[in-house]
């Protein structure tokens, strides 16, 4: 129990070349074998989880505070790829200087958020938000939206 958050990597399988549509091939199967009640013609999107938060209550606050418009209502919100860099800026500045921590990502409190210092827990947490939006956004893929969504 307590604050877990996620952000997934949501994969449309239309693309759009040279003005027509095109499907990406989809195979669904279980221990090799095709399932049969998923008909792979009728996939749209492919949700994976690229990010995982346990009581990082600093990263959820920011996201309620610059996606959610101050809600914490645990439901899934988009984010796109500017709101991303704008968080890895911040969290970079924090981990150059942490003394503008609680002025730029400052911790909260909830029910099982977790701690509220700004003590290595919380910086690890940034190093790991760091590493993980860096990987993303360097990929540059087309067809992609990203989601946050937060449970406590």
């Not at 095709?34 to 996201?63: C, L, M």
């Not at 914490?72 to 969290?91: A, G, S």
């Not at 150059?96 to 910086?123: C, H, I, N, V």
Request: proline residues 3%.
């Amino acid at each position: 129990m307590g604050l877990d958050s996620y952000l997934w990597k949501k994969t449309s399988m239309d693309n759009w070349v040279d003005g027509s549509i095109v499907k990406y091939d989809v195979s669904v199967t279980l221990n090799g074998k095709p399932v049969k009640h998923i008909d792979p013609s009728k996939v749209t999107y492919i949700i994976e989880e690229v990010g995982y938060w346990r009581k990082a209550n600093q990263i959820h606050n920011w996201f309620v505070q610059n996606v959610q418009n101050g809600v914490d209502d645990c439901k899934p919100y988009w984010v796109d790829e500017e709101e991303l860099q704008e968080l890895l800026k911040v969290c970079k500045k924090v981990i150059k200087k942490p003394s503008l921590a609680e002025s730029l990502l400052p911790t909260s409190q909830g029910f099982f958020f977790g701690r509220d210092d700004y003590d290595e827990y919380y910086m690890e947490q940034l190093k790991y938000t760091v590493k993980l939006l860096e990987k993303l956004l360097k990929l540059k893929e087309k067809n992609v939206q990203f989601e946050y969504q937060s449970s406590w």
